[in-house]
């Protein structure tokens, strides 16, 4: 149990996630336990140069051929963003008394591999912090990989927070990022697991054959077919038979496009379709039946996906933006959330989360 904390923080969190687009921040006051506020959030996108190089260094880890060089400049060119988005931040700020007390720096995911205890984020703590002149949390998976968990998903006990007070019933909220991961809430029970493939896949077709970074609203997804067959065979990889807790990595999907022969729109269909299914698949997982579904991250912008959780799942399908919460930030808010948890020692992850021994704590702290 965490214990009454007096001190109420002024954190930002900076959240840069599977999806690889850009950064999201936001700045809340919280005790680590409940939050006080939400002052204000800004995002960017990325240089197209920059989304190049990220992706280069996932393929890199994947391949086991780093050039370290290039990697020690690209987080310093990351971490030069970050600032940018946070100078914006308090630049938005109209309290002049605010005074900023610490930074949840997730960086940016570029290969994933719990197997392996290894979860790469790309950053420069030191640097922020330096320039900044506001202390760091960084490096918030490390611990719980190399405690037997799946450093993944982290965001759990801050949807406890944010969203446990609006439902008397047992809820699922699910966040569509580059991956879907589902948490279920209850008042005895918190659970929580990655569901499958988010955007990833349908943002790495829309790019190639579109010269899009997404799917707009899911307007490619509605002209195309699904094909049924490869469906099928989507559907068949063993990760849908692993039982909770589990996490995957951006590029785990991908082996299969190599093997598709669809026309461009019937396999953005195919795959915002699988994403739906994937998310409703993993229903079967959660303890008791929920008759609500919450979502957020950038997939709930994605119509045609919402419109297929909720015909697939036959459960009432919200969007959180509908009941007061800006889904596009809620993990940047929840790295905010998680950097005090942190530095009181306070538990960010739970054997049911994330398959850790243990509830534990995690992040290294970075001072000016």
Not at 60 to 73: A, G, S, T, Y
Not at 335 to 347: G, K, M, P, Q, S
């Amino acid at each position: 149990m965490c214990k009454k904390n007096v001190k109420k923080f002024y954190s930002i969190g900076l959240m840069s996630g599977t999806s690889m687009d850009g950064i999201d921040a936001s700045l809340i006051r919280t005790d680590g336990i409940m939050v006080y506020d939400f002052v204000n959030n800004h995002s960017i996108e990325y240089p197209n140069d920059i989304k190049v190089k990220i992706k280069e260094a996932s393929e890199q880890f994947i391949e086991k051929k780093v050039n370290w060089v290039n990697l020690k400049k690209l987080k310093r060119s990351l971490a030069m963003l970050n600032s940018v988005v946070i100078k914006e931040i308090l630049r938005k700020n109209n309290d002049p008394s605010l005074t900023v007390d610490l930074i949840g720096y997730h960086g940016q995911t570029v290969y994933h591999s719990p197997l392996n205890k290894i979860s790469i984020q790309l950053g420069d703590p030191k640097y922020l912090s330096k320039v900044t002149k506001i202390p760091v949390i960084f490096n918030f998976r490390i611990c719980d990989i190399l405690n037997g968990g799946q450093g993944a998903p982290l965001t759990p006990i801050y949807h406890s927070a944010r969203f446990n007070q609006s439902f008397q019933d047992p809820v699922a909220i699910v966040n569509i990022g580059g991956i879907s991961n589902m948490t279920y809430i209850d008042n005895k029970c918190l659970i929580a697991f990655d569901a499958g493939p988010g955007n990833c896949l349908i943002d790495d077709v829309m790019h190639e054959y579109f010269s899009k970074n997404y799917d707009n609203q899911g307007t490619i997804a509605s002209q195309g077919d699904v094909n049924l067959e490869f469906l099928e065979t989507l559907m068949t990889d063993n990760f849908f038979n692993i039982k909770p807790p589990k996490s995957l990595d951006r590029s785990y999907f991908h082996k299969y496009l190599k093997y598709s022969s669809l026309s461009p729109q019937d396999l953005v269909s195919t795959l915002s379709y699988f994403t739906a299914n994937a998310i409703v698949h993993s229903l079967k997982y959660l303890p008791t039946r929920v008759n609500k579904i919450i979502i957020c991250g950038g997939g709930s912008k994605n119509e045609y996906i919402t419109r297929k959780i909720s015909q697939l799942s036959k459960k009432d399908t919200i969007i959180a933006d509908s009941i007061g919460v800006d889904s596009k930030y809620v993990e940047a808010e929840a790295f905010a959330y998680l950097a005090v948890r942190c530095l009181l020692n306070y538990d960010i992850t739970y054997p049911a989360t994330t398959g850790v021994n243990a509830p534990m704590s995690g992040g290294s702290v970075f001072k000016p």
